[in-house]
């Protein structure tokens, strides 16, 4: 059915509804307004972004994961999170290519499950992205404070701090974002390595195995909390690895998509992989499982432990690990602003938010989020919560882009893949399995969380049934996909 009289004035006029949701037809006034700067980021770049995603995860967080499944059942998790990432980052890397949008997750979904399943995926990563940089300030505003910098006794100053600095620079444009983003990666890069080698000369097996069994089911040394803390240490274990399937939300943006965001995805993994199994070893083997179960700021702390006072290692790591916090902070501000960007140029959030600027930045994408994760963080100063509330909204992404991948290969055979996934649906199947059981853990690891970022879900699909659905946009690169897949779909059918 096509109907007339479009009241949206950048509209020709013209809808269409086809199941359940109606298409309207937008002038090329409408994209002219919302492009992203094409050829800014080659393959190292694109490592780099993906490296700064996660690098606050290798300083602070993790290690609350042996307070839950001891190093043992830390390690165990961490192997599973690690094979996890690895399978679902080939089946993005392979998704990237063959539809290399801005809106990624939402795009691949989009295409495989349909709008309704689109939108909630690009929901579920938007949760994640939003809501992590308001964790990470609260970390940041933590390290200040216990650095007695500037004489701050409360972290607010810092959240806003943070939010003004490092939006403006996203504002100022995409090339240069990404180039002092780059630096900073680099330079909490050097911190960890400084880290590794000043203890490895303290590293001891016995350490890693000092927290006593409890009677729990299957506890032993190795399992102080039993079979359970394993899976309950799931959560912390993705730490080492959270945001890094960020990185095809700079497709658009990328100099050669199909060539580079392999190069680039897989880059970063294999960095992030090398890192995770460091900290995981040495932090611990050092200082003791035990005693960095609970530390808010583990590495300086775990140096001092190990050498029995205050070093300059330790004063070099704490000052240089604000360089990974602030990495990470700087970098998914990218992430949220990227997936807002798509979901309100496809019309699914209000289409004001995805007007781009002069320098081709989409401006309300990176303010509105920004103002809101102020606000979160200065509230509830809660960076634990705020960062299990990501991670929740990350697992069910996972779950439902690598159903996305499996459906578009059962599917779309024939769809153009410049990069195919090793193991095809085995390895992404591999990868939803334990995706599964992460969305299992993170109700188990915190209630709370898990219950609010439903009752997000639940406010966001109802704005998606009553009012979005009727207002797509057909012209929306990802939509074009999905349209494309369906004129491809009739013409085999006739």
């Not at 691949?108 to 349909?114: D, S, T, V």
């Not at 600027?357 to 979160?376: D, E, M, N, S, W």
Request: net charge neutral.
């Amino acid at each position: 059915m096509v109907r007339h009289g479009g009241r949206d004035s950048q509209e020709p006029g013209q809808q269409a509804s086809q199941r359940g949701v109606e298409y309207h037809q937008v002038q090329s006034d409408y994209l002219r307004q919302r492009e992203l700067k094409r050829g800014a980021a080659g393959w190292v770049l694109l490592a780099g972004l993906g490296v700064a995603y996660v690098v606050s995860g290798d300083f602070a967080g993790w290690n609350f994961g042996l307070a839950q499944g001891g190093w043992g059942g830390l390690a165990i998790a961490s192997l599973l999170v690690a094979t996890m990432y690895t399978c679902m980052v080939f089946g993005l890397a392979e998704l990237a290519t063959a539809m290399p949008v801005a809106g990624a997750g939402y795009g691949f979904a989009r295409r495989a499950l349909g709008p309704f399943g689109g939108f909630a995926t690009g929901t579920a990563i938007l949760i994640e992205y939003a809501i992590a940089p308001a964790a990470i300030a609260v970390f940041i505003g933590g390290y200040v404070e216990s650095l007695g910098l500037f004489g701050l006794t409360s972290g607010w100053p810092v959240y806003l701090a943070c939010y003004l600095i490092f939006v403006g620079i996203h504002l100022w444009g995409v090339g240069e974002a990404l180039k002092v983003m780059l630096a900073i990666t680099v330079i909490a890069v050097v911190a960890l390595v400084a880290f590794v080698v000043g203890m490895v000369p303290k590293f001891e097996f016995a350490h890693l195995f000092d927290i006593a069994p409890t009677d729990a089911f299957g506890a032993s040394t190795f399992l102080p909390f039993g079979i359970a803390g394993v899976l309950a240490a799931l959560v912390y274990g993705i730490w080492f690895f959270l945001a890094v399937e960020g990185v095809p939300l700079a497709a658009e943006e990328a100099r050669d998509p199909k060539r580079d965001m392999p190069r680039g995805i897989l880059g970063a993994l294999a960095v992030l992989l090398v890192f995770a199994a460091l900290m995981l070893f040495i932090g611990p083997g050092a200082a003791g499982a035990s005693a960095m179960k609970s530390l808010d700021n583990p590495l300086p702390q775990a140096i001092r432990l190990a050498f029995g006072t205050d070093t300059w290692l330790a004063q070099f790591v704490n000052y240089v690990g604000l360089a990974g916090l602030v990495a990470s902070f700087f970098s998914i501000i990218y992430a949220y602003s990227r997936m807002l960007f798509a979901l309100s140029r496809a019309g699914y959030l209000p289409r004001r938010l995805s007007v781009t600027g002069r320098r081709k930045t989409p401006y309300l994408a990176l303010i509105v989020p920004a103002t809101i994760g102020f606000i979160l963080a200065s509230v509830t100063k809660n960076g634990a919560l705020l960062i299990n509330i990501a991670v929740f909204g990350a697992t069910v992404s996972y779950v439902l882009m690598m159903v996305s991948h499996i459906v578009l290969r059962v599917r779309e055979p024939g769809l153009d893949r410049p990069y195919r996934t090793p193991g095809g649906v085995v390895t992404t199947g591999v990868a939803l399995v334990l995706a599964s059981a992460a969305v299992v853990a993170t109700f188990i690891v915190d209630p709370l969380a898990a219950a609010i970022t439903a009752g997000v879900f639940v406010v966001a699909l109802g704005y998606f049934w009553f009012y979005s659905r009727h207002h797509l946009v057909a012209n929306a690169p990802e939509e074009e996909f999905a349209a494309i897949a369906r004129a491809e779909a009739e013409l085999a059918g006739d």
